[in-house]
C-alpha cells in the first residue's frame, strides 16, 4: 500500500490550501483515514480522521470549522481542505491508514496507523 500527499506549500495567514492523498494498492473505501501534522521539534499529532464512508470525522480542536477532512473511494483520494490558515498550522503534513478497522469508526490513536504517506510541507507566513 502506497501513499502520496500532496497540495502543500507557502501561503499567507488567512489564506487556504487544499491537501491530497492518493492511495494505491490496497483497498482504500476499507480503510480508516487520518492527516497528521509535524511541526520542527515537536511531535507528529492527529489532525484530522475519517472513517470508510465518510460518514464519521474527528478534528483536533485547534483546527475546528477552519479544517474539513473528506474522501472520495472511487478516486482512492483523501482531502483536507484548510481554511483561514494560521501561522500555527505550519508543519509538514502526513496522510496515513488504518487498515484493521470496522465501518463508521475513526482511528484517533497515532499506533493504529498502518500506512503512511511521505509527508507535504505547509508554510503559513504571517
Known amino acids: 500500500v502506497q501513499l502520496q500527499a500532496y497540495g502543500g506549500g507557502l501561503v499567507q495567514a488567512g489564506d487556504s490550501l487544499g491537501l491530497s492523498c492518493g492511495v494505491s494498492g490496497g483497498a482504500f473505501a476499507r480503510y480508516a483515514m487520518g492527516w497528521f501534522r509535524q511541526a520542527p521539534g515537536k511531535e507528529r499529532v492527529l489532525v484530522a480522521a475519517?472513517?470508510?464512508?465518510?460518514?464519521?470525522?474527528y478534528y483536533t480542536d485547534s483546527v475546528k470549522g477552519r479544517f474539513t477532512i473528506s474522501r472520495d473511494n472511487a478516486k482512492n483520494l483523501l482531502y483536507l481542505q484548510m481554511n483561514n490558515l494560521k501561522p500555527e498550522d505550519a508543519a509538514v503534513y502526513y496522510c496515513?491508514?488504518?487498515?484493521?478497522?470496522?465501518?463508521?469508526?475513526?482511528?484517533?490513536?497515532?499506533?493504529?496507523?498502518?500506512?503512511w504517506g511521505q509527508g507535504t510541507q505547509v508554510t503559513v507566513s504571517s
Open positions: 475519517i472513517s470508510w464512508a465518510g460518514r464519521n470525522k
Open positions: 496515513a491508514a488504518d487498515d484493521n478497522t470496522v465501518s463508521g469508526a475513526v482511528s484517533l490513536d497515532f499506533d493504529r496507523y498502518d500506512y
